[in-house]
């Protein structure tokens, strides 16, 4: 996996959220894929994903986990972040986004009205998405979904 | 209370708690029975104590959930779980919460109701209390149990840091933990032994025996130096009986091979803190499965669960039927199983094996504390999914065919090559799940109970 040695992803939970398994099995699980991961853990304010980009300019994307519900609340900050020029790379989305499944399809659209770029069902999108080749234009939801 | 030179607390502090002569007398002469009272006795008849988790934010509420359970279910003793405010020190934020909606505390805030309201929860019901919380620095929240009158006080350096916080340092937590240490070894002197259980859970979620052993082991020897000389070791169910008996039988050899002599120990057992079924049967029968696991493992404790745990909060309710669940499950109609006494053996020797390989590097330092703060920087020790930055959570665990739980990756940790080997061949026959890029079966082993009945209707699953 030499070829992805190169790459950043910046790593975390949203700020809300305090919950450690999926972010450590994601930060596993992208090593071994011979990525270097920034994991800022759990607990993450936006603003310190956007500050680990600055520090990695490279950073291939900034995956934030939330499962306590709470994901459209803790990216409320994205467009004013984006527009001031930060979190310039891909951001991707994934876990339980919201306290009722049923409201799920809406949490997604407002991630994405929020500017999020990829918001995944499940942890086995993940690595597809981020060896997908970074010039290959973006893969699109729907196919990492199916 | 004058013990400011043991606890180090700010003087403002010391001055709101009664004097440390008053705080000892009425630990040790109310005639009520104390934690240490409780636990020996249950020694000597082996069956073990049941005890609930259980916290809410109100006084009265708090006062009517103690004597609901312990007239519901005369558990053996009862817990005060606290939020996650106090735990984290913020008093003044419980405190603000305590004011304006006092429902929306996930535990109790003992520091903001004070010691004189603390001591209306002792007073309360007739089994003693633990203060069950989660706090890398917990002298003041210890100050004002001890003055309420509570005899046992759950945490340690290792178990209530990693888990918990997000960056707090190890040397800080474990600083703080003799601190409290120190003055329960001051206490033992006056006469009053308080139960101090380490917290062995840890993450909770799939964590080898051996992971477990080692950090209450150390957190144990640690408190042996401040001069305590009794301690609860906790121990999470992971769910293969006879890997969770040897784990518990374990407990005992351990501490007789590493704690001083004349160090009193009691095993306890935490039924299964992973992700619970959500169907409420299911709920039932790991409830059930847990505490019989504690039985069969010699446990002098059993902290037990509900058939709300995948729900949230438990009731009143069910926290008391999950004691009653527990009750039958530990009582004589059980006595009549046996287990594979072999296969216990052998994985008694194993995780006896495995904890002094991660152990013994550490215990011949001259400075022990600073030993378990290198060891965690280096990976030498580590903790499966750590919330913490201060272990490298490089150890990633799996269930063996089994259901046994085994090192997937063992990370840092300083194995020997037969260990290695063991973990290795005990793991080959995961069908197509040996790939540690492959998270999906590792979810899976996560999800083991929730996922092991087949999905029934909401409405029946949810009664």
Known sequence: MSHVDDRVVVLGVAESDAHAVANRLIEFQLRELGFAVVNLGVCTPLADFADAVAAHPQARAVVIGSVNGHAVADLRDLPALRGAGRLPCPVVVGGNLTIDPADRPEAKRQLLALGVDHVLDDLTELAPLLLAPPDGAQVPDEVVRA | ?463
Request: glycine share 8%; aromatic share 6%; proline share 6%.
């Open chain 2, 1 to 463: 209370m004058p013990d400011d030179t043991l606890l180090r607390l700010a003087p403002r502090v010391g001055a709101s708690l009664p004097s440390w002569r008053e705080v000892v007398a009425y630990l040790r002469d109310s005639g009520r029975p104390t934690a240490i009272d409780v636990l020996r006795s249950a020694r000597a008849t082996g069956r073990p104590v049941l005890q609930p988790r259980c916290g809410v934010g109100g006084h009265e509420e708090m006062l009517a959930l103690l004597r609901h359970l312990d007239t519901a279910a005369a558990p053996g003793m009862l817990s005060v779980t606290i939020d996650s405010h106090t735990r984290l020190g913020h008093f003044v934020t419980a405190a603000r919460e305590l004011r304006t909606d006092p429902g929306r505390l996930n535990g109790y805030p003992l520091v903001a109701h004070g010691w004189a309201r603390g001591r209306e929860l002792t007073e309360s019901v007739r089994v003693p209390l633990e203060v069950r919380h989660g706090s890398p620095d917990a002298r003041e929240l210890f100050a004002s149990a001890l003055a309420a009158g509570i005899s046992s006080f759950e945490g340690g350096g290792i178990g209530y840091n990693l888990p918990y916080s997000k960056d707090v340092p190890l040397a800080e937590s474990l600083s703080a933990w003799q601190r409290v240490d120190a003055v329960t070894a001051a206490l033992a002197a006056e006469g009053v032994v308080l139960e101090r259980e380490l917290f062995g859970t840890l993450t909770a979620v799939l964590v080898p025996p051996s992971v477990s052993l080692a950090c209450t082991l150390l957190e144990a020897v640690l408190a042996t130096e401040q001069g305590v000389r009794s301690v609860s070791i906790a121990y999470p169910q992971g769910g293969e009986i006879h890997q969770d008996v040897a784990a518990l039988r374990a407990i005992t050899l351990l501490c007789e091979r590493y704690l001083p002599q004349d160090t009193e120990v009691f095993p306890v057992l935490h039924v299964f803190m992973g992700v619970f079924p959500r169907d409420r049967a299911a709920a039932d029968a790991l409830v059930f499965h847990g505490a019989l696991t504690g039985r069969l493992g010699g446990a002098t404790k059993v902290i037990t669960k509900t058939r709300d745990e995948a729900w949230g909060i438990p009731s009143a309710e069910a926290n008391a039927l999950g004691l009653i669940t527990s009750a039958v499950a530990t009582s004589p109609l059980l006595d009549f199983i046996r287990l594979d006494e072999a296969r216990i053996a052998e994985e008694t020797a194993w995780i006896l094996t495995e904890v002094a390989e991660l152990v013994e590097p550490l215990l011949a330092a001259r400075d022990r504390v600073a030993a378990v703060c290198a060891a965690f920087a280096s990976g030498a020790l580590d903790v499966p999914f750590s919330a913490s930055r201060n272990a490298r959570a490089a150890v990633l665990p799996a269930r063996d065919p089994g259901g046994a739980i085994r090192y997937l990756s063992p990370g840092g940790l300083p194995f020997s090559a037969s260990t290695l080997r063991r973990n290795r061949e005990l793991l080959a026959d995961r069908a197509g799940r040996g790939d540690v890029t492959d998270v999906t079966g590792v979810v899976a082993d996560i999800n083991h109970f929730a996922d092991a009945i087949p999905v029934r209707t909401p409405e029946v699953s949810q009664r």
